[in-house]
């Protein structure tokens, strides 16, 4: 049930107050502004840094220092292992089995090993669904994925774009075209949510039907892994792949994780690239030729653990998992339907919320498609210390993160927009 909003800065602070995570913000760094902690609306493109990931990389630091090589089988955190650390808190965010997740590379090379294992075309069932405007990564993966086995993109790939005066899906809309595509269609590879709209789409309603007419169904998950609780094991879902430097704060160019179901996981046969790194445990150190894929998500595992990309990871899950997915998601829905409440308060600027109304269709972002003037507007927000990006032709994407971010942050950000234009 949401609160009676006002638009007052006492309001506001009456909800900090009443938060029970207000105080994880002092677990993160902020860019300052004017010697204050600037708003910080980012997170949908890149976390905070923890306060906690300096200590983290020196405890790896002072390893290599000290026992070289030694660190792969001794220290704090043996390296030989470091990716296991991490998939207890990755099961509990994606809804997974433990056996079902890992982490690796980064998301879209995580997409293209995914894809190449589960893509199997055949003369009938060759054609992939995905939603226009698509992140243009997931656009280049899967183009480039029909080109690899030698099809057309404009014959293979089936692009679901918003009926005339919408801007965004409906389920009903997907589920139609995944049904009309029938014995035709592959694989159906969706964002989870849509970079541009903020929209997040029904995961488990795309799955069913797209194993209805036989297809695999998959998705990326860089916004939504760490913004909303998933259950993907139970929803059937066949594989996904996720960054980790947005919501779950693991820095620049951090390691990617995947989820790959557990019927798929358990089977050594499923073809996939191979490296030493997901070879069977029992077998890895005969250094024999024959690859023996693990009975799990980690089968599709390459190469050595990037430890010092995945420091970060392990340092943010530790906050995340204290704070809990499903109490971040209670407190987003209150913060951002707070911040939609105020945004509807300025009638003199010309914008429309592209983001769905619908709480359930939703996470952490709102998208503002502003008539005229965005990239003023935008640069007027930076000025003024209010950090959020800008997407042509005109969108504005406000990401008040649950984890950092307060409701006196979403007031004020509401104040500067009132009070500049």
């Not at 997974?96 to 998301?107: H, W």
């Not at 990564?137 to 994925?145: G, I, K, M, R």
């Not at 595992?301 to 995340?320: D, E, P, R, Y």
Request: a negative charge.
């Amino acid at each position: 049930m949401l609160p009676n909003f006002e638009a007052s800065l006492d309001f506001a602070k009456q909800l900090d107050k009443q938060d029970p995570l207000a105080e994880f913000k002092n677990l993160f760094y902020f860019p300052q502004h004017n010697n204050q902690p600037a708003i910080y609306f980012c997170g949908n493109s890149l976390g905070l840094q923890p306060k906690s990931v300096s200590a983290a990389i020196e405890t790896e630091l002072n390893t290599w220092k000290d026992l070289a090589v030694g660190g792969y089988f001794n220290g704090p955190n043996p390296w030989l292992h470091y990716q296991e650390y991490l998939k207890p808190s990755l099961a509990k965010l994606v809804g997974a089995k433990e056996i079902e997740v890992s982490a690796m590379n980064a998301l879209t090379v995580n997409l293209h090993l995914l894809m190449l294992s589960f893509y199997t075309p055949t003369k009938e069932r060759f054609k992939i669904i995905m939603e226009a405007g698509a992140f243009p990564s997931d656009q280049y993966a899967v183009e480039t994925l029909v080109k690899h086995f030698d099809l057309h993109p404009s014959d293979a790939i089936i692009e679901i774009a918003p009926l005339d005066g919408k801007k965004t899906l409906s389920t009903e809309q997907i589920i139609d075209a995944i049904d009309h595509a029938g014995n035709s269609l592959a694989m159906v590879l969706f964002g989870g949510i849509n970079y541009y709209t903020g929209q997040f789409f029904d995961l488990k309603a795309i799955t069913a039907a797209a194993h209805k007419v036989g297809a695999i169904a998959g998705f990326d998950l860089a916004h939504v892994t760490g913004n909303i609780p998933l259950s993907l094991h139970d929803w059937d879902v066949d594989f996904a792949a996720w960054c980790s430097y947005k919501y779950l704060n693991a820095g620049p160019g951090a390691v990617g994780g995947y989820y790959v179901h557990e019927k798929h996981a358990i089977n050594a046969n499923i073809p996939r690239l191979a490296g030493w790194w997901g070879n069977d445990e029992k077998e890895r150190f005969k250094m024999e030729k024959g690859f023996i894929p693990k009975t799990n998500a980690s089968g599709w595992n390459i190469s050595t653990a990037q430890v010092f990309n995945m420091v970060g990871l392990k340092a943010s899950l530790s906050i995340i998992d204290q704070a809990n997915i499903h109490c971040l998601r209670e407190k987003s829905i209150v913060l951002t339907a707070y911040l939609a409440f105020l945004l509807n308060q300025l009638d003199r600027i010309a914008f429309e919320i592209i983001t769905p109304d619908k709480i359930e269709e939703r996470g952490a972002q709102l998208s503002l498609y502003f008539k005229e003037r965005a990239k003023e507007i935008h640069n007027k927000l930076i000025d003024n210390g209010v950090i959020v990006d800008f997407r042509e032709p005109g969108v504005i994407r406000v990401a008040p993160a649950p984890l950092y971010c307060s409701f006196e942050d979403v007031y004020k950000f509401y104040e500067i927009l009132k009070n500049n234009f």
